[in-house]
């Protein structure tokens, strides 16, 4: 795939003793009842920033109809967070194991799923319906994501549909296209986005290619969020925050090869501190993030 996957560091909060919300779930369209949902992804702008040394050329898809290739994508979404001076809590949602089989299709991928497992065995057991489900990405002429489509079995519940979700929104929300120019080894080059949501955010992502062998290329990354806002507006007109500090960074290392349609290794981790201020109660909201994506056997 000539995208590679990164994360969306999407949040969880609590506003008082009881009320907690979560900007993840704010970003995505409500889960569907064994119907395909559609979700659209911002639009990138890349810019090289060095094109790298001879000999260079144009990083483009070679996909062959109908190949298919294995691979697990592994999410892990650790959050913890202070509300004033009350005890720090874990609010981490469990991690999600997918195993996949991505085929080339008309506009872009298509995935089947295999037994998706978690280290949680509540939810571990509401996943194993998904057994057989579908998912897709549409992709640009320049391999950024610019839909992700998912379609769980009928029978497969509420909490495993969510799970899925925001499984798929960490690992793809955001994506990292090829430049237009031709580039080679030690080649530069950034990727803008902005990340929808109680807090929109503009994503700076700059990919370095490190090594290339025929097809398989190695890229680092190294990921910056930024506030576009100084306010989080909540879900469910809940109220809004103002944003006192906000500091998510990350980087990893990915492996593609443009014969094949999902990434073939890598990780990308991103986290930070994020602090927040209730305009009315001067409350404040303190949260620690890490959000991990890793592709692999």
Same mark, same amino acid.
């Given at each position: 795939?000539?995208?590679?996957?990164?994360?969306?560091?999407?949040?969880?909060?609590?506003?008082?003793?009881?009320?907690?919300?979560?900007?993840?779930?704010?970003?995505?369209?409500?889960?569907?009842?064994?119907?395909?949902?559609?979700?659209?992804?911002?639009?990138?702008?890349?810019?090289?920033?060095?094109?790298?040394?001879?000999?260079?050329?144009?990083?483009?898809?070679?996909?062959?109809?109908?190949?298919?290739?294995?691979?697990?994508?592994?999410?892990?979404?650790?959050?913890?967070?202070?509300?004033?001076?009350?005890?720090?809590?874990?609010?981490?949602?469990?991690?999600?194991?997918?195993?996949?089989?991505?085929? +080339? /299709?008309? =506009?872009?991928? !298509? $995935?089947?799923?295999? *037994?998706?497992?978690?280290?949680? %065995?509540?939810? &571990?057991?509401?996943?194993?319906?998904?057994?057989?489900?579908? +998912? /897709?990405? =549409?992709?640009? !002429? $320049?391999?950024?994501? *610019?839909?992700?489509?998912?379609? %769980?079995?009928? &029978?497969?519940?509420?909490?495993?549909?969510?799970?899925?979700?925001?499984?798929?929104?960490?690992?793809?929300?955001?994506?990292?296209?090829?430049?237009?120019?031709?580039?080679?080894?030690?080649?530069?080059?950034?990727?803008?986005?902005?990340?929808?949501?109680?807090?929109?955010?503009?994503?700076?992502?700059?990919?370095?290619?490190?090594?290339?062998?025929?097809?398989?290329?190695?890229?680092?990354?190294?990921?910056?969020?930024?506030?576009?806002?100084?306010?989080?507006?909540?879900?469910?007109?809940?109220?809004?925050?103002?944003?006192?500090?906000?500091?998510?960074?990350?980087?990893?290392?990915?492996?593609?090869?443009?014969?094949?349609?999902?990434?073939?290794?890598?990780?990308?981790?991103?986290?930070?501190?994020?602090?927040?201020?209730?305009?009315?109660?001067?409350?404040?909201?303190?949260?620690?993030?890490?959000?991990?994506?890793?592709?692999?056997?």
């Amino acid at each position: 795939m000539l995208v590679l996957a990164v994360t969306l560091s999407a949040f969880g909060v609590g506003c008082g003793d009881h009320s907690e919300a979560t900007a993840e779930t704010d970003s995505t369209e409500p889960v569907g009842l064994g119907k395909e949902v559609t979700m659209p992804i911002e639009a990138v702008t890349t810019t090289v920033l060095d094109p790298g040394t001879e000999p260079r050329a144009t990083l483009r898809p070679v996909l062959e109809p109908d190949s298919a290739q294995q691979v697990t994508l592994r999410t892990d979404h650790h959050i913890e967070q202070q509300i004033g001076t009350q005890a720090i809590r874990d609010i981490s949602p469990p991690a999600v194991t997918i195993p996949l089989t991505a085929r +080339a /299709g008309t =506009d872009g991928v !298509e $995935l089947t799923l295999g *037994t998706v497992t978690s280290p949680d %065995p509540a939810l &571990a057991k509401a996943l194993l319906p998904a057994d057989g489900s579908h +998912a /897709g990405f =549409d992709i640009s !002429e $320049l391999g950024a994501i *610019t839909a992700l489509r998912l379609t %769980p079995k009928p &029978a497969t519940p509420d909490v495993a549909r969510a799970a899925l979700e925001q499984a798929f929104y960490q690992a793809v929300y955001q994506s990292i296209a090829f430049p237009d120019d031709p580039v080679g080894e030690g080649a530069v080059w950034t990727v803008r986005q902005q990340v929808s949501g109680g807090v929109p955010l503009e994503q700076v992502t700059t990919a370095t290619l490190t090594h290339r062998d025929g097809n398989l290329l190695t890229i680092a990354l190294d990921v910056t969020q930024t506030p576009k806002s100084t306010v989080w507006h909540l879900p469910n007109e809940a109220g809004q925050l103002e944003i006192m500090d906000y500091l998510m960074h990350g980087t990893g290392v990915i492996t593609v090869d443009l014969g094949l349609p999902l990434p073939v290794s890598g990780s990308v981790e991103v986290g930070g501190i994020q602090s927040y201020r209730d305009p009315n109660s001067a409350v404040t909201l303190r949260q620690t993030l890490r959000t991990q994506v890793q592709w692999g056997a």
